[in-house]
């Protein structure tokens, strides 16, 4: 019987060790999958010399047996990149396995394609286009989509650009992102810069000299004295940077939020055999300003603020600007009283004397709930007041360009609310009881 337990249990170790997944091997081995990495950076990063050096490097340590030990091509292609980053940092090998899918009735679409129809759902990058009060344009923008002289991506570009027409000030969001095509750099570059203007990056590579000079005139309205802000982050990459730092040098826009990430050199991925694929920067970026670029310091803000505070810190930048340029008293009180607004958060009241503002006022009430005073009318969402002064209070949430103000007696008790709108009468409610 014990030797039937036994042969039983020698059946289950082995069935189970047959049914343990196998690490992947390498296809071609470390040395031939080496071999062909020296051979696309030899061929293809920017600079010859480097490019002839780096491969050497990796051929003498390949020869030298130092990759041998990585029969798992994920690991392969981390020890790759270990090797490569030191020389540049858009250097990176990545591993896929070959997809085993089952043959298709239609041919796939191929990448370009499937590339160009992302974009159009991603409205070719311009993801928001708002006015916040005061006068402040906002677009938040995703991407870079290369641009034709007739084609949705540069249709989406003006379209962006005339909804911000009428903007005081322009606020552009880059916090996400990622980079995309030099020539709609260009082409966005000039909306904000004079005709001819010599602040264009230039790409040195092995095969010649281009530039993100605009592919074609803006179809809207220059923009040549608009104040302008851009949001960058450690997430803003690629094109996007060289937008960000192009517009800084030729001081034309002022970048708030944190350095970006640091990527110049364009390195598109190249295909190694096998489902490995590598990156390799083809070209280095020059500033006709700096002669330099940011690879590796990212564009650095003018003004630093946490990534998710600058929004509110361009927003209050952008209305002290306007503020600076409105030509009329109208103008000049809706500016004001949006940056109050956004400002408001200073001034404190204590929860005892915000009781005092409790009570009915007609068609509307006043409620105080711990340090909290909230405006009630009928039916509709009560709403936060938020203290800018003594008696009188912005709206969260609502257009700041509306307040309540409370009126008191010669005795100092509230006898009226009073709701302020910046262009328009008051509307005056008397306390009841």
């Known amino acids: 019987m014990k030797h039937i337990v036994f042969a039983i249990l020698a059946l289950a170790v082995a069935s189970m060790a047959r049914a343990q997944p196998q690490a992947p091997q390498t296809p071609a081995g470390p040395r ?32 030298a047996g130092q990759l041998d030990r990585y029969t798992n091509p994920f690991d392969l292609a981390a020890a790759l990149t270990a090797r490569l980053v030191p020389h540049d940092a858009h250097f990176h090998v990545d591993y896929a396995p070959p997809s085993a899918a089952p043959p298709q009735s ?61 903007a005081q000030a322009i606020i552009i969001d880059q916090r996400d ?8 750099v260009g082409y966005l570059v000039a909306y ?68 970006s990430a640091g990527g110049a050199n364009p390195s598109p991925s190249f295909d190694i055999g096998g489902g490995f694929n590598m990156q390799i920067a083809v070209a280095q970026s020059e500033s006709p300003i700096t002669h330099r670029n940011w690879e590796g310091t990212g564009v650095v803000p003018n003004v630093a603020a946490p990534v998710e505070d600058a929004l509110n810190r361009a927003r209050v930048l952008a209305l002290q600007a306007a503020l600076q340029r409105a030509d009329t008293p109208q103008a000049q009180l ?26 009915n006022y007609g068609a509307r009430s006043v409620t105080v709930d711990g340090d909290q005073v909230f405006l009630n009318r009928d039916r509709r969402p009560a ?44 509307i005056r409610n008397t306390r009841m009881g």
């Open 192 to 259: 904000f810069t004079p005709p001819n203007a010599n602040i264009f990056n230039t790409f040195h590579s092995r095969r010649g000299d281009t530039t993100e000079q605009p592919p074609f005139e803006p179809t809207g309205a220059r923009r040549l004295d608009t104040p302008l802000f851009i949001l960058n982050s450690g997430r803003t990459a690629s094109a996007c940077e060289s937008f960000a730092y192009t517009l800084q040098n030729a001081q034309r826009a002022a970048i708030v939020g944190v350095a």
């Open 177 to 184: 992102c990622a980079g995309g095509s030099p020539a709609m």
């Open 32 to 63: 031939a999958v080496t071999e062909r990495v020296a051979q696309l950076v030899q061929d293809n990063f920017y600079s010859a010399n480097e490019g002839a050096r780096i491969a050497g490097e990796l051929r003498t340590a390949a020869n």
């Open 106 to 166: 239609a041919p796939p679409a191929n990448a370009g394609q499937l590339a160009q129809e992302a974009s159009a759902r991603g409205n070719y990058g311009f993801a928001q286009v708002q006015i916040f009060p005061g006068g402040i344009g906002y677009l938040d923008l995703r991407g870079f989509s290369n641009p034709s002289a007739d084609g949705p991506e540069r249709r989406a570009a003006d379209a962006a650009m005339t909804m911000l027409s009428g």
């Open 383 to 426: 709403i936060r007041l938020i203290p800018l002064a003594r008696d009188v209070f912005a709206l969260d949430g609502v257009s700041p360009l509306q307040r309540v103000r409370f009126e008191r007696d010669q005795n100092h008790q509230v006898i009226a609310l009073v709701l302020n709108l910046v262009n328009g009468p008051e």
């Open 334 to 359: 809706e500016t004001r009283w949006a940056l109050e607004s956004l400002q408001a958060g200073a001034f404190r009241v204590a929860a005892a004397d915000l009781r005092n503002y409790a009570g």
